[in-house]
């Protein structure tokens, strides 16, 4: 899996997320959030031995209809799911191992 390096304004809608097949991790977050930033080196570390997975970075903020369908409130957040549904969650993390435990949900769905 590549991680994507920045967030992107251009998000699917609910409908495609909703749609997909496989495991997705989705995250939210803005280009310039200085916590964002700080949570890169452990969000990487945690999803790049992750081959099975696809992650996206979505731009979010106001007015942005997809990370409010996800009720997404503080940033970053990675949502994770499996054929469209949510699984797991993470807000905000700072260790490897709250994103390893949500990857395990992942794993058990």
């Not at 469209?84 to 993470?90: H, K, L, N």
Request: charged letters at 25%; one cysteine or more; proline letters at 7%.
């Amino acid at each position: 899996m590549t991680q994507p390096k920045e967030y992107t304004p251009d998000a699917p809608t609910r409908d495609q997320i909703d749609a997909t097949t496989g495991v997705q991790v989705l995250e939210f977050g803005t280009n310039w959030c200085g916590i964002c930033a700080a949570a890169q080196p452990v969000i990487t570390q945690a999803l790049s031995k992750q081959q099975e997975l696809t992650h996206l970075k979505i731009e979010d903020g106001p007015g942005r209809p997809l990370g409010r369908s996800f009720k997404v409130k503080l940033w970053p957040t990675l949502v994770f799911l499996v054929d469209g549904q949510e699984v797991a969650r993470v807000v905000r993390p700072t260790d490897v191992k709250a994103i390893e435990d949500a990857l395990l949900r992942l794993e058990a769905d």
